[in-house]
């Protein structure tokens, strides 16, 4: 395709010779002349001179003018125009209407004539499945629904009463609808409370590799559309995630945890339960949270605080051992002048 037409399919304008051809995406620095590159971080400003790429992709407030013999692609957010553009040379290409001999697909499982599903994959009773590709050796639970559009990838485990909606990628290696961590105990001895909720995934939701997801003791776990969850997060029984929302590798959130709409949360953040983070928080990796969050804003620390007085604490931390000396320096020039009264 032109560079031109390229330009129009990514929201932008583009700048440059009329013949150019594009065939793919590349670094800046691996692009040859039939592939279109992008700039949305100034520190790699540096390669845009000696790059091959047909074209390249910036931002509005880049000046183009000093490179006369570059074609480029201006859009509003060039790091999204690189989005669009992989979405349309590379978005995964999957055959529907297919069912695999080796699956094993219950009678009274509903699944669409535009279905995928692979070798191996598992679709219990009365399962419903819309117009989506389940990978090999998928387990699909009683009772569970999946919407249109979605890509399930191997290995994946649905358990029983969990409804996906549509759009909703879920990568290798995740449980959806596991049993919620509840017991009670009783004479020093820990007794199984059985969780009978569901787990609801909402439109538009994306979930990484070995990410656990209970199902709520009752009522629900849900998930709600446009989120985003990276790999290896542990979200509990009853929790719910906003709308937009940004779950970092290795997050852990506690039962009954109610997380607001455009959150994010990063690396290894830790948060109890029963608690609720207020809509377009961001809390910082490695934080802990044991109370609630009321007021948005960028919180750090265990237990987290205000980012902007975290940062003030954290500079004077290297610093604690010569302010104690100095503080016993102090102490021992009192003493002298005490006993010297």
Request: include cysteine; charged fraction near 10%; aromatic fraction near 6%.
């Given at each position: 395709m032109s560079a031109l037409e390229l330009s129009q399919i990514i929201n932008g304008t583009y700048i440059g010779e009329k013949d150019i051809k594009i065939d793919g995406v590349a670094s800046l620095m691996r692009a040859d002349v039939y592939k279109v590159s992008f700039l949305s971080n100034k520190k790699y400003t540096k390669y845009i001179s000696s790059t091959k790429a047909g074209c390249i992709i910036v931002d509005e407030s880049f000046d183009v003018s000093l490179y006369k013999d570059k074609n480029f692609i201006v859009c509003k957010n060039a790091y999204l125009g690189f989005a669009l553009a992989l979405t349309y040379f590379y978005k995964t290409k999957l055959d529907g209407n297919f069912k695999s001999p080796k699956a094993t697909i219950d009678d009274s499982a509903i699944v669409s004539e535009n279905a995928y599903i692979g070798d191996f994959?598992?679709?219990?009773?009365?399962?419903?499945?819309?117009?989506?590709?389940?990978?090999?050796?998928?387990?699909?639970?009683?009772?569970?629904?999946?919407?249109?559009?979605?890509?399930?990838?191997?290995?994946?485990?649905?358990?029983?009463?969990?409804?996906?909606?549509?759009?909703?990628?879920?990568?290798?290696?995740?449980?959806i609808g596991s049993d919620g961590f509840g017991y009670v105990k009783d004479n020093g001895r820990h007794y199984k409370i059985p969780q009978i909720g569901k787990v609801i995934i909402e439109d538009d939701v994306e979930i990484g590799s070995n990410v656990s997801i209970d199902r709520a003791t009752l009522d629900e776990t849900i998930i709600r559309k446009g989120s985003k969850i990276d790999n290896l997060v542990q979200i509990a029984h009853n929790v719910e995630i906003g709308e937009n929302s940004i779950l970092v590798s290795q997050c852990g959130i506690s039962g009954s945890t109610?997380?607001?709409?455009?959150?994010?949360?990063?690396?290894?953040?830790?948060?109890?339960g029963h608690l609720t983070i207020a809509d377009n928080t961001i809390v910082t990796a490695k934080s802990g949270v044991g109370t609630n969050i009321k007021k948005s804003g960028i919180y750090s620390g265990i237990p987290v605080y205000e980012h902007s007085k975290w940062l003030k604490s954290s500079a004077i931390i290297p610093r604690l051992p010569d302010i104690y000396r100095k503080i016993q320096e102090l102490e021992n020039r009192l003493k002298e002048l005490e006993k010297n009264d």
């Open positions: 994959s598992y679709i219990a009773k009365n399962a419903k499945i819309g117009n989506s590709y389940i990978m090999p050796m998928v387990y699909v639970g009683e009772n569970s629904i999946i919407g249109d559009n979605c890509i399930i990838y191997p290995n994946v485990t649905i358990r029983e009463n969990v409804e996906i909606g549509n759009n909703v990628i879920i990568h290798s290696g995740s449980v109610k997380i607001g709409n455009n959150v994010i949360l990063a690396g290894q953040v830790g948060i109890a």
